[in-house]
């Protein structure tokens, strides 16, 4: 199994430019998230999906979009980059809800917005 | 809005010695608590999870620690070694949704 894989691993944008971060699980989860790691500011959440064709809001979603088409797919755009959003981003998953199930991460993507 | 906390931010130990990492949240309705590892560059690694109704669990040299009333959870790492050296994340999961709250980590170092 891979587990939880992101694509790229590396980008550098210019402000105003868009872009998807691809996340894939596959460990058949129903939950996919999508975070933001900055310095100082720990681990963030910006969008969730508990299952496929949902999405919901996390604690920082603003310029921020996300998709579940397939189960194994959660994709995370960015429409218009701002420096703002300079960031690592990191992809989880899990089974569900129960108190039992941890969250798998991925190795993250880096995105510069200059 | 739930808050963690983990002090210190840094922590720098000769190889060999036992450490306790220190995780503090401000609520206690939580589901579970979970202990990462992130190397530099890298992505997070679970190490343990604890569910609301137990008190502590275990994984070869590290034990973790809950304690809902107090709001505290401790990561024990026993006869630490070179290898240990990363940060530390804890993260809570709330009741009411599926989000984490994460600390920002405790980076520790453990000199041979």
């Known amino acids: 199994n891979a587990g939880v894989t992101q694509t790229p691993k590396f980008r550098v944008l210019k402000t105003g430019q868009s872009m998807t971060l691809l996340c894939a699980q596959d460990?058949?989860?129903?939950?996919m998230y999508w975070y933001r790691q900055d310095p100082g500011m720990g681990l963030r959440l910006i969008h969730y999906?508990?299952?496929?064709?949902?999405?919901a809001k996390g604690e920082v979603p603003d310029g921020y979009n996300v998709s579940r088409l397939k189960k194994q797919n959660f994709l995370l755009g960015l429409e218009s980059a701002a420096p703002s959003q300079t960031s690592v981003y990191f992809c989880?998953?899990?089974?569900?809800?129960?108190?039992?199930?941890?969250?798998?991460f991925g190795p993250g993507t880096r995105l510069t917005v200059t | 809005k739930q808050e963690v906390t983990q002090i210190p931010a840094a922590l720098s130990v000769p190889e060999g010695e036992n450490l306790v990492l220190n995780c503090s949240f401000t609520?206690?309705?939580?589901?579970?608590l979970q202990w990462f590892r992130q190397d530099p560059g890298k992505g997070l690694t679970s190490l343990l999870l604890?569910?609301?109704?137990?008190r502590e669990q275990t994984s070869g040299r590290l034990n973790a620690s809950l304690d809902k009333s107090s709001g505290r959870s401790t990561l024990y790492i026993a006869a630490s070694q070179p290898g240990d050296s990363a940060t530390y994340l804890c993260?809570?999961?709330?009741?009411?949704?599926?989000?984490?709250?994460f600390g920002e980590g405790t980076q520790l170092t453990v000199n041979p």
């Open positions: 460990m058949n989860h129903e939950y």
């Open positions: 989880a998953s899990s089974w569900g809800l129960a108190s039992s199930y941890e969250q798998y």
């Open positions: 609520d206690s309705a939580i589901y579970n």
């Open positions: 993260a809570a999961k709330e009741t009411s949704g599926s989000r984490l709250t």
């Open positions: 604890i569910q609301s109704s137990q």
């Open positions: 999906s508990v299952g496929e064709g949902t999405t």
